[in-house]
């Protein structure tokens, strides 16, 4: 009895589960019923608990779905795993942000040794909207930001954020889009917990200086001489 009760209840979790991935990537139900082999009754019994799909079926619809697998195998939704836009003050930081982007132009133009008029000519924009711009009063549209870039001869990337909820969200990512980048090889290397103490131990060469790498080389040949 006991496992019936427990099968039934993990039947109704997984449900919750799909109809939270499938919102979340703004699928139909017909969509993911058509990549899993399934009528769209059958998914939607899926969604309901009142049926289960099999392995396979999953596998497949959360490489569709674009989640990992493992997402299934749990009873959190992805609204409750990510939720770092609820918990921020999306005004404050922007307009935070406008003045950090300021700061850094101006930081870039007086480096550069080039007027506000000189600036302002170039991108044929008015003097005293680039002074706003600078001082963060007035946002900086991406394609004016991108010119500046460009005039002042700063990478776009040297006004992303860097340490705030965005630039450590896109880290992540980049992090990620590294990850699966790799050979299948190195990713199945770097995946095994195993693995851990090689990849720690190029993590704290990689740190070294120049001087402290040869001295560690030198060593090593010492010994194995």
């Not at 896109?170 to 095994?192: C, G, K, Y």
Request: aromatic share 4%; with cysteine; proline share 4%.
């Amino acid at each position: 009895m006991y496992n019936a009760i427990r099968t039934k209840i993990r039947a109704k979790i997984l449900g919750v589960l799909i109809r939270d991935a499938r919102s979340a990537l703004g699928r139909s139900v017909d969509e993911c019923a058509r990549m899993i082999g399934v009528t769209s009754a059958d998914f939607l019994a899926f969604e309901l608990g009142v049926k289960s799909p099999s392995l396979p079926q999953v596998e497949m619809l959360a490489m569709y779905l674009n989640v990992p697998l493992d997402h299934f195998w749990g009873d959190k939704t992805l609204s409750n795993v990510d939720d770092r836009m609820s918990n921020l003050d999306v005004e404050h930081l922007i307009r935070l942000r406008q003045r950090m982007i300021g700061a850094l132009i101006r930081q870039a133009r007086t480096e550069a040794e080039i007027t506000l008029q000189d600036l302002a000519e170039s991108l044929e924009v008015i003097e005293s909207d680039i002074e706003k711009i600078e001082r963060g009063e007035l946002p900086v549209s991406l394609p004016v930001l991108e010119a500046l870039s460009a005039r002042l001869n700063r990478p776009i990337r040297e006004f992303q954020d860097r340490h705030g909820p965005v630039g450590v969200w896109a880290e992540q990512q980049r992090t990620v889009q590294a990850f699966l980048e790799l050979s299948p090889q190195m990713q199945a290397f770097v995946s095994r917990h195993v693995n851990q103490p090689y990849l720690e131990l190029a993590q704290r060469l990689s740190e070294m200086s120049v001087d402290k790498l040869r001295s560690v080389g030198e060593g090593i040949l010492e010994i194995t001489l």
